[in-house]
């Protein structure tokens, strides 16, 4: 299978007043771990605006109810089980861990960066603010894992902003551990370790999307995107977050801080992201995160997941990855 494979279509139309047809450029892309299929439009970025709303009213609007603020924290929300915690939540720095109302997942926490930061723009995410939230996360996973033998699929996830799918503006992250693996999980459990291996040598040898490592973690712009903007990290020798040692944490998390830095600037405050574990020790599997776009708040606004995304699991995407890399530069230490 061709690695960085991709076809290139050409549309036509009459533009109106003209008997000239006009071209349009349409390009598909076929994921090296997964073969999902990813469009590039070319549009130029076009689809996602840069944000113009006043979000700090709109912190101002939410903060006097929100249950993850200040004192509220410890009033309206769940405490963990003793044999997860004794203490009932986790704490690192400013950063408190504490379980989802919600059960997306046998065992699903909540972490905020700070009961006192409802109002945290994304170039103000600091790499230590990242990597305390990200550790609660990381002890969660481990805790339950001491606990519950059998879930062994654990993910770190975020939603950050309302359009990413967040139901309160209070910045978060998001973490489950289950039994049974996510359908992505399941899809990159499945991809022979050599491939990843292979994917990562493709890109680094081209040079177009890759942008460096950190140490431990290499970062590039995904070849096939699923969201906007879309990065993707590989920690090779990991499979679990629970296998994430402290530096490792810290590591990691000025990564995901730089790739916040980098949509700041691109005017952008929404996002997702996914870090994909498998059961600890799991061979050739690396510890790998995808992170992307979504459309920025405003008063009437353009949803970016489409019939594509969610109904055809494929990506339509207006920022080619290769645009993607030339902003990025050398942040990620390439």
Known sequence: MELLRSETYEARSLPPGSSEPAPAVLEIRWDPLTGHTTRLVGSGGALMPASELDLRAVADQTATTCPFCGDRLEARTPRLLPEISQRGRIRRGEAVLFPNLL??????????????????????MTPELVADNLATQVAFVEAV???????????????????????????????????????????????PAQRFVDY?????????????????????????????????????GRASPAELSPPLVQE???????????????????????????????????????????????ALYRSDSTYFERLHWEGAIDISPEELAELAGGRFGA
């Open 103 to 124: 059960a997306y997942a046998k065992h699903a926490a909540v972490s905020v960066y700070s009961p006192g930061r409802h109002y945290l723009p994304l170039g103000d």
């Open 145 to 191: 894992q001491r606990h519950d033998g059998e879930s062994r699929w654990a993910s770190i996830n975020a939603n950050h902003m309302l359009p990413s799918g967040s139901s309160l503006f209070h910045p978060h992250m998001q973490g489950a551990v289950d039994p049974t693996p996510t359908t992505m999980q399941r899809l990159l459990a499945d991809t």
């Open 200 to 236: 990562l040598e493709a890109e680094r040898r081209e040079g177009r999307r890759y942008l460096g490592t950190t140490g431990s973690v290499e970062w590039l712009a995904s070849f096939a995107p699923i969201a906007p903007a879309e990065l993707r990290a590989f920690l090779p």
């Open 252 to 298: 990691l998390a000025w990564g995901i801080a730089t790739a916040l830095g980098l949509y700041a600037e691109m005017g952008h405050e929404s996002f997702n992201m996914a870090i994909y574990g498998a059961p600890p020790a799991t061979a050739g599997y690396p510890l790998n995160l995808r992170i992307g776009l979504r459309s920025n708040l405003k």
